[in-house]
């Protein structure tokens, strides 16, 4: 066994229980938000203008932020198993080209899935009356969300999948966090997204550039549909 396999093996080593409770977790996630699923429901208003829509993001996010962390210690290093470290600058132009990429795939599908109208938090008319919940749904999209699914499927995922090899990696974490949306006209959009975020995690050996990668595309899609509802 060389030194670098060996070094890799002792800072990723083998840990089957952590790989059963996050394939449980994220198959619990894809089930939930697929059964939760309501194509037929016709929301009163977008749930980016409701109060509920932020308390409920926060507690379930916060639940997920936690399994994970609980997860990951089974780990000698959780805040390594989960890619809690420093990374190198060079990687924030990698995860800025995944933005830029998975923007203009999720832009060219849009006229043909209308995946961004199926997840119905994008405002279709903007309400001035509604700005506090607006603002703080916002920051829980842009901040809260991104970090929780960071730390969980780029995080936690690659690291538990990275034992079958990098590919199983990258496209399981992928695959898993494209379906735990629940919006199957979604998927091919939010897979693209996964692949290279998990692909930037691998480089990087750290969370955060995808964290800021996933923060900065959550961002631009709610300013688009801002703009175009004004």
Same mark, same amino acid.
């Given at each position: 066994?060389?030194?670098?396999?060996?070094?890799?093996?002792?800072?990723?080593?083998?840990?089957?229980?952590?790989?059963?409770?996050?394939?449980?977790?994220?198959?619990?996630?894809?089930?939930?938000?697929?059964?939760?699923?309501?194509?037929?429901?016709?929301?009163?208003?977008?749930?980016?203008?409701?109060?509920?829509?932020?308390?409920?993001?926060?507690?379930?996010?916060?639940?997920? +932020?936690?399994?994970?962390?609980?997860?990951?210690?089974?780990?000698? *290093?959780?805040?390594?198993?989960?890619?809690?470290?420093?990374?190198?600058?060079?990687?924030?132009? !990698?995860?800025?080209?995944?933005?830029?990429?998975?923007? +203009?795939?999720?832009?060219?599908?849009?006229?043909?899935?209308?995946?961004?109208?199926?997840?119905?938090?994008?405002? !279709?008319?903007?309400?001035?009356?509604?700005?506090?919940?607006?603002?703080? *749904?916002?920051?829980?999209?842009?901040?809260?969300?991104?970090?929780?699914?960071?730390?969980?499927?780029?995080?936690?995922?690659?690291?538990?999948?990275? +034992?079958?090899?990098?590919?199983?990696?990258?496209?399981?974490?992928?695959?898993?966090?494209?379906?735990?949306?629940? +919006?199957?006209?979604?998927?091919?959009?939010?897979?693209?997204?996964?692949?290279?975020?998990?692909?930037?995690?691998?480089?990087?050996?750290? $969370?955060?550039?995808?964290?800021?990668?996933?923060?900065?595309? *959550?961002? $631009?899609?709610?300013?688009?549909? $801002?703009?175009?509802?004004?």
């Amino acid at each position: 066994m060389s030194s670098s396999t060996t070094a890799e093996h002792d800072a990723y080593p083998r840990r089957p229980l952590a790989l059963l409770l996050w394939a449980t977790l994220a198959g619990l996630q894809i089930l939930a938000t697929f059964s939760l699923a309501d194509t037929d429901r016709v929301e009163e208003e977008p749930p980016i203008f409701e109060w509920s829509t932020a308390v409920s993001g926060f507690l379930v996010y916060g639940v997920l +932020i936690g399994l994970t962390f609980a997860i990951a210690s089974i780990y000698p *290093n959780a805040r390594q198993a989960l890619g809690l470290r420093h990374f190198d600058r060079r990687f924030l132009w !990698q995860a800025g080209g995944v933005v830029v990429v998975s923007v +203009i795939v999720a832009a060219a599908l849009e006229p043909v899935l209308h995946a961004g109208e199926k997840q119905g938090l994008a405002p !279709q008319e903007w309400r001035p009356d509604a700005l506090a919940p607006f603002l703080v *749904n916002t920051v829980l999209i842009v901040t809260w969300g991104p970090f929780a699914e960071e730390l969980f499927y780029r995080g936690l995922g690659v690291t538990v999948l990275r +034992i079958f090899g990098p590919m199983v990696a990258v496209v399981g974490t992928a695959l898993a966090f494209g379906l735990a949306h629940g +919006i199957l006209v979604a998927l091919p959009p939010l897979v693209v997204f996964g692949l290279g975020l998990a692909w930037v995690r691998l480089r990087s050996d750290s $969370v955060w550039p995808g964290f800021l990668a996933h923060a900065a595309y *959550n961002a $631009v899609g709610i300013a688009l549909s $801002v703009a175009t509802s004004v």
